[in-house]
């Protein structure tokens, strides 16, 4: 996608089951290269500002109805209408912190009876993640953590599905941390594997494309 070795910022994209931690250790995160003095911000996908985002929001909160295909590709333009934001901060040299992304679209909604690869398609060509930190956790253990609430996908046999659909996405991006410990532990190894990544996009890492 671009062969410049200017200094930019990291794409670190959180992923994982319903509490498995993601937004707390984003915060976390987010404090720890705001400290260091880095440009820093934190993104969220659904990102539920946006007019597509309330759809999606009215969706995930049962407040409406649509086939699954329909609610997919929501999904997947929801990060579309962001792209271009993404790519000129992360070229700005800011780094993004984001708490779910691509991984979460195709496992929901494979873990939905989707095709895989159906899934996988409108996602092709967004900017690749330079990390992805899974939260790894049983569903049993996360579902003890506070309880579901009335969103939709809350709900232990589903999640179930979904761990076992997000396994087969990972690829060389991804660094496994065990997130049944605790919040302590999980942040001292998030700092540790970060760190080295924002170095790599500093020196010139170039930006690529996700599964295209
Ligand atoms: N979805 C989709 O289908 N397609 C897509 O493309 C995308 C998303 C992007 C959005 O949910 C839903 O949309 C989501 C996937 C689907 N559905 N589900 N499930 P969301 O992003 O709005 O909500 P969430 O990601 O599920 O957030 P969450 O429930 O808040 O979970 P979390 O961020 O992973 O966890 P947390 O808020 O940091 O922690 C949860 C609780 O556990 C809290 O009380 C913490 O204090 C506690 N906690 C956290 N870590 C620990 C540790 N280590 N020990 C003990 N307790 C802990």
Redesign the pocket.
Known sequence: MDASSESRGALVVFE?L????????CGRLLSYLEGLGHPVELW???DRTTSVGQMISAY?SNKSQLDDHTIHLL?SANRWEKRSMMEAKLKAGTTLIV???SY??VA??SAKGLDFEWCKAPEAGLIAPDLVLY?DIPPEKAAE??GYGD?R??QLEF?KKVAQHYKLLEDSAWKIID?S???ED?EKQVKETVSEYVVSCQKGKPLSSLWS
């Open positions: 994982g319903d509490r498995s931690g993601k937004t707390s250790q969220r996908f659904p995930l999904f708490d779910r992304y979460s679209g929901f909604s939260l953590r506070g969103e996908y809350e999640q997130a410990r605790s919040l999980v």
